[in-house]
């Protein structure tokens, strides 16, 4: 690959792309491979990788059980994107676009698949009756800036993310592009966030987990190594917003799940029981 000027041929062709990630790009989908999916014992079974994606799932399960609700107990089951276990036969079956996060309700007449994040989180609110306002105004908002999220963040790790941190070429038009798209969707939520405690007002909701999980963690210096270029600390409303979620012991027990790197005792592969986040983590079970 070059950073030549391109001159798009008529017809695409598929081609070796490099960078990181190039191997697990397909022009096609569908599954690669048959591989059955593992189920435990729990009504929900999570299928993810701790991902800013991921994470929303194994927070808001987690946030569901600290609430009192044993109806939300899961098994959380690595999918390791980079080995292409998203294209088992299995994994298509309940999601088929092949992305992690994706959720198997067992507790329903047969079982129930529940895919993409933010469809993750309502389904999960709304049966449980949790995190997202009843009243029509609040849960309004609540489903403005779930919506806001899932439309921005392509733009911020398929766009930013990538061609900061992951393309094989450093390329000023893009990472301009994206830059500023970056900058401009953080002073979005500056902006709100300095009149409002979270995103739907002064209560905690699905919106808050939605969007923690890729602006908070932005912020707090966790994403792309981008702190500085990015000049996170300026966005200082985010950074009140972004530390009060973080020091929510859900959102730290949701980290871990299925988290495959950082510090081994930040990383819990499979969660089976509560129990797992103090005997299972990557330092214990590697001293065992
Ligand atoms: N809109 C989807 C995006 C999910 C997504 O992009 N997941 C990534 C990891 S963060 C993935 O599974 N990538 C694997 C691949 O692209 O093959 C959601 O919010 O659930």
């Not at 798009?8 to 690669?32: D, H, L, M, Q």
């Amino acid at each position: 690959m070059s950073d030549q000027e391109y001159t798009p041929p008529t017809v695409w062709e598929p081609k070796e792309s490099g960078g990181k990630f190039a191997s697990i790009n397909r022009p096609v989908a569908g599954p690669t491979h048959d591989k059955a999916l593992s189920v435990g014992k729990h009504p929900f079974q999570l299928y993810s990788l701790a991902t800013p994606n991921g994470v929303k799932a194994s927070i808001m399960l987690e946030e569901l059980l600290a609430l009192g609700h044993e109806g939300a107990e899961y098994d959380a089951w690595l999918v390791d994107i980079g080995e292409g276990d998203q294209f088992g036969s299995g994994f298509v079956e309940i999601n088929p676009n092949s992305k992690i996060p994706a959720l198997v309700d067992h507790t329903t007449e047969t079982p129930t698949r529940v895919f993409e994040s933010g469809s993750i989180l309502l389904y999960l609110a709304d049966k449980f009756g949790e995190l997202l306002p009843g009243e029509h105004r609040a849960r309004t908002e609540t489903m403005n800036w779930l919506f806001w999220q899932m439309g921005s963040a392509p733009f911020l790790g398929g766009g930013f993310g990538h061609f900061y941190a992951y393309a094989p070429v450093k390329l000023e038009y893009p990472i301009d592009r994206y830059t500023m798209e970056a900058k401009r969707q953080l002073d979005v939520l500056n902006r709100h966030l300095a009149d409002n405690r979270y995103m739907a007002g002064d209560e905690y909701t699905i919106a808050d987990i939605a969007i923690w999980s890729w602006y908070g963690q932005l912020v707090l210096g966790r994403l792309y190594e981008a702190a500085a270029f990015l000049q996170v600390h300026t966005y200082d409303h985010v950074v009140r917003w972004a530390k009060e979620i973080d020091a929510r012991p859900a959102v730290q027990r949701g980290r871990m799940v299925n988290r495959t790197f950082g510090e081994p005792e930040t990383q819990l592969h499979e969660r089976h029981d509560a129990s797992d986040f103090d005997t299972k983590t990557q330092d214990k079970v590697g001293q065992n």
